[in-house]
């Protein structure tokens, strides 16, 4: 006879697979909707002439410049670009430690130039721009070749590095040349490192003049944060500078970045309180200009209006706190009337109370620490992060722990789980996909360095589930329909206008989330292969009546099973998997797995277990599908 067998939404990972009855307990690129699941929407680069990223992308951030100019901007670890009208614009902001009286060797018939200048201290991989260019004479290069273009610092010495031009040298120039070299704004390290060179160790533990071998420094990974303050983009680097960029400028797309006038030098991140107009820095300096005064938990905010002015006089409202519980402010979030702050063990509420106090500050939780500068997402008047304590907290009003019956997964390092890598957690990106009523965190794993996991906590239907979508920086829609989101590729060669370019710090791809049913970019068009699976059911003998609740008693034959999809566009495969105990490996019934189409009314199966549990997937360009009611023709068959 056949009945119905229905699993709640979402995944159960903290039982075992025989005691998650009528749970899913696996899967991945799925989600729930109205109880059911499905697979994900695809996704699709986004850029037409298929430009890349350089470094890995670590924040993004969209904005409408008063002239109806919608802008994305996204921090990478090797500068700042904007994503405008489908094409990437680089806006890095320059170092002002520019190296001036270079000069040039150019070799006849090849696009490789020499730069000369003692002691110029670049590094290999750095990019740079020439200004006061003088062309090496019977090179065959104009000026332009130099002053419009970047280029990559190759094959440096002491004394020397190499550039590659656009194209190769008509002669070997009879005079040198001169120009300076304008380098880009140094972000941070691709990923957490230990800081191996001068002054992270010891004195005398290794030669002079070499890097250190070992060291207990550890050098944060580049991190951006970004805001915008009107049609001024504000952006920040972790423990750095902070840049503004202005959408209402004279040709603005042809403009850099440039430093803030009067800021801090040195600030952990920056956030703009948008219904009072200031701007505030966290973990700033407490004397501004001096990098030494540097506070993890001081915070300094500006002026009304005026992100220029820091320094509180009668007549404005800039000012200064300090937070006191916690060692580093990590994160904060803007709210609907407030702006949270969460440091490593707490959470404070700062609210706009107008002069002479300008802001009210209150603790409203504790042993709820961020582990990330970007693990935290404001969502429908809640404010959702994930804790370096462990767990995951909430904020409505008041801190609150959400259940996650994902949570061993997720944090612990035993089993099979590979938890998450903790050395790696400030790397942890959040953010909501309004679409769907999600909060997605993308973490690495134990062992990794970057992110390749995903944790996703629906709050309509109060369920998780778990995958391996990696997005090293995500945006909600809002400016754009969609989500758009970036992946990494550590070792791809970036599609990107820089002369030289190596495939040194890797590339991001720039992708619109939730289009069609697969992956799309310059390579071609790939399937997302999805699947779930769920917890094994027992059968009982009620009165010659089959029961999936039943105890591991008897034996159960299926003879036949119904498939229930909602939607099923191409085909699916259903898969029976068998065992009689909790310790030995599920395998597949005989006669599967079952390829489902729409046409298909029933399967028979000839399958015989005492636990059985079963898999929906897809493996092919343009499936996609959504899972009704498992309804099972079963019935008790021996206890042996």
Known sequence: MLQKLNFKPGFNKQATESGAESQWVDGDFVRFRYGLSEKIGGWSQLTTNNNTLPGVARAQHDFTSIAGEKYSAIGTSQGLFLFYNDEFIDISPLDDDVVTGCTFTVTSGSPTVTVNKTSHGLLDGRYITFT????????????????????????????????????NSAGASTGTGSATVNPYEIVGPTFQTAGLGWGTSTWGSSTWGTASATSGVTLDAGLWSLDNFGQILIATIHNGKTFTWNA????????????MANAPTKTKLTQVSDRDRHLFHFGTETTIGDNTTQDPMFIRFSNQEDFNTYQPTATNTAGTFRLDKGNEI????????????????AAYVIQYVGPPFTFSVRQVGTNCGLIGQNALSYSNGIVFWMSGEGGFFMFDGTVKSIPCLVEDFVFTD????LGLSYSSSPLIYAEHNTLYNEINWFYPKAGSNQ?????????????????????????DQGVFNLPYAT????TALPNFPIQGITNTYGSSTYYAQETGTDQVNSSGTTSIDA????GDFEITNNNNVADFTGDGEYIMSVKRFIPDFKILTGNSKITLFLNDYPSEAAVSSSLGPFTITTTTDKI????????????????????????GTLRLDAKPDGRR
């Open 132 to 167: 006061a260019v003088t062309v090496p004479t019977s090179s065959g290069y104009a000026t332009g070749d130099f002053t419009g273009n970047t280029f990559e610092v190759l094959n440096k010495t002491n004394n020397t590095f190499q550039i590659t031009m656009p194209t």
């Open 248 to 259: 209402g400028a004279a040709s603005p797309r042809a403009n850099r970045a440039v430093v």
């Open 330 to 345: 990590i994160g904060a979030v803007s709210g609907k009337d407030y702006t949270l702050v969460l440091t490593d063990l």
């Open 414 to 417: 035993k089993g099979n789980n």
């Open 451 to 475: 992110i390749d996991r995903c944790v996703t906590y629906n709050f309509a239907e109060n369920c998780w589930t778990t995958g391996s979508l990696s997005r090293t920086s995500y945006l």
């Open 487 to 490: 992946e990494y590729n550590k």
């Open 531 to 534: 699947f779930i699976l769920s």
């Open 604 to 627: 028979d199966t000839r399958a015989r277990a005492r636990f059985v549990s079963i898999q929906i997937e897809n493996d092919a360009v343009g499936e996609t599908w959504r899972y």
